[in-house]
Nanobody
């Protein structure tokens, strides 16, 4: 069983930056593809970014491409989401998730992920 704990959320002004972290424990972190999702009030959870086991595979939602960067440090069992040029519409609870399927195709559907963190709130003020 994998446990995921997000941190780094907070309140930031539009145009600012935040870096989210997600620390994993209880499993072999390097075996999992990792993803970030977000959910705004009254909206469905949506895909933000994903990174493969071998770091070379990356995927981003169009809404964050060029502003957000996903990365991972397998030695620290941690995945990161660097968020720059933040906009009020980025306000949401951000979740990290682990995909244990072993596929090389990065998943964008929440149902493809096996483990989830509890989420961290990001609020961007205008």
């Amino acid at each position: 069983q994998v446990q995921l704990v997000e941190s780094g959320g907070g309140l930031v002004q539009a145009g600012g930056s935040l870096r989210l972290s997600c620390a994993a424990s209880g499993g072999t972190f390097s075996r999992y593809a990792m993803g970030w999702f977000r959910q705004a009030p009254g909206k469905e959870r949506e895909f933000v970014a994903a990174i493969g086991r071998h770091l070379l595979s990356l995927a981003y939602a169009d809404s964050v491409k060029g502003r957000f960067t996903i990365s991972r440090d397998n030695a620290k069992n941690t995945v990161y989401l660097q968020m720059n040029s933040l906009k009020p519409e980025d306000t949401a609870v951000y979740y990290c998730a682990a995909d244990n399927s072993g596929t090389y195709v990065l998943a964008r559907r929440q149902y493809d992920y096996d483990y989830w963190g509890q989420g961290t709130q990001v609020t961007v003020s205008s």
